[in-house]
Nanobody, 115 residues
Framework: QVQLVESGGGMVQPGGSLTLSCTVS?????????MGWYRQAPGKERELVSK???????YLQESLKGRFTVSRNNATNTAYLQMNALKPEDTAVYYC????????WGQGTQVTVSS
């Protein structure tokens, strides 16, 4: 059974920073699999934020470039999302995603950007 455990969410003021982490465990996941992050704001559909392969090929939503960075540690199957210069519109539930033969999802972590 594959589990995704997220951490790092919380409340921050505009302009602040947060780092999300997600660790994948379980024999159903291979470290060659992809990992990434989606987010869902209130009243909106879930959207792709970023993906990263085991070879560190990355995709980042165009509008987030310069503020967000994705990285991973293949040895621990942990992905990170460094978020800087946060804006109120970044407020959402952030979901970790992993793929190895099928999609796997974390439980979500709330990020609130507010003064």
């Amino acid at each position: 059974q594959v589990q995704l455990v997220e951490s790092g969410g919380g409340m921050v003021q505009p302009g602040g920073s947060l780092t999300l982490s997600c660790t994948v465990s379980g024999s159903g996941f291979n470290s060659d699999g992809a990992m990434g992050w989606y987010r869902q704001a209130p009243g909106k559909e879930r959207e792709l934020v970023s993906k990263i392969t085991s070879r560190n090929t990355t995709y980042l939503q165009e509008s987030l470039k310069g503020r967000f960075t994705v990285s991973r540690n293949n040895a621990t199957n942990t992905a990170y999302l460094q978020m800087n210069a946060l804006k109120p519109e970044d407020t959402a539930v952030y979901y970790c995603w992993a793929w190895w033969l099928r999609d796997y999802w974390g439980q979500g972590t709330q990020v609130t950007v507010s003064s």
